[in-house]
């Protein structure tokens, strides 16, 4: 079993989230030479992904399950 990459996004600090009291809880996954890996548990129908955050750099990966 391996998961691939099958797109990235790209946004820079104009596209990040907003951060602070009333935002959902944003689970942690990894943290790996600066970025922060995270999901959000509710972002509708959208493919399984994941976010990578870096200062004000933010870009999110599609992942695909090959089994």
């Not at 959902?24 to 548990?41: K, Q």
């Not at 992904?49 to 999110?60: F, L, P, T």
């Amino acid at each position: 079993m391996a998961i691939k990459i099958s797109q990235a996004n790209v946004r820079g600090d104009s596209g990040s989230r907003a951060t602070g009291e009333g935002c959902a809880v944003v689970p942690t996954v990894l943290y790996l030479r600066g970025w922060r890996f995270h999901f959000y548990s509710n972002e509708g129908a959208e493919p399984i992904h994941i976010h990578a955050q870096k200062g004000e750099a933010e870009c999110k990966y599609w992942l695909d399950l090959e089994l």
